[in-house]
């Protein structure tokens, strides 16, 4: 085994550690489930790209839609340029605000997300540095707590952070009864169609939209009454 996957290897063994017994665990906290251990890929070295970050010249005031149907606030730092196999590939950069220094978060969604992994996006972490030049190691892409339970509220990947392309590696999902599809177009374009129920006609049909479930959609529109139209004006009689 490689130094690099028995790094791997050691981290996720710490996590699971934490995961179990930590007072701040959110299966401590929430007791929404038994503690399993948690799921991942098989590690993939050729998901560990060099990226180059494009800063903006100010950070950006950014909301991030989180699964209350609130808002996160967060400062836009810039975007990740990368490549996986021959596509090259962005992502938006951001900073939670103070206390967490020079660290940041890239949350995304892939061509997994709904299926293999959690469908509302999962999160890498960085620190900046004065080179703006990273490894962008998607294995160690994890799960917001959010992903468990729904004590925690936690920040959407936004629609420009949507790879079009499937990434395995790193966290799975924890519970594929309770996984969210994900809402944006773009991703769920890339997955597999269904296979059709036994029985099912054969003949073609016209593709049904997916629905969003609760948990990542917005607050259902109220249908607004039709206006009272006008009193009709009386007919002048013909002579």
Known sequence: MSEYLEELATERAMKDQFMSRHAESPFVQGSVYEF????YFPPDEKLRVRATLERLPEPKEAFLRTNRDGQA???WVGELLFTIGSRKLRLRVYHAGEGVGTSVFVPFRDGTSGQ?????GRYL???LNETDAYELDFNRA??????????????FPPAENDLP???????KVWSTEHNPRTPSSAVIALLPP???AKGAATAPTKPRAKA????VRGKKATKKPAPRSAKPKASKRRR
Do not use: H, Q, W
């Not at 399993?36 to 799921?39: P, T, V």
């Open 36 to 39: 399993r251990g948690l799921k």
């Open 73 to 75: 606030a967060m400062r």
């Open 116 to 120: 293999e992994s959690y469908g509302p």
């Open 125 to 127: 972490t960085l620190e």
């Open 142 to 155: 994890f799960n917001p707590y959010c992903a468990y339970t729904d004590a925690y509220e936690c920040g």
């Open 165 to 171: 392309v499937p990434v395995r590696a790193g966290e």
């Open 194 to 196: 269904r296979p059709p």
């Open 212 to 215: 969003i479930p609760a948990k």
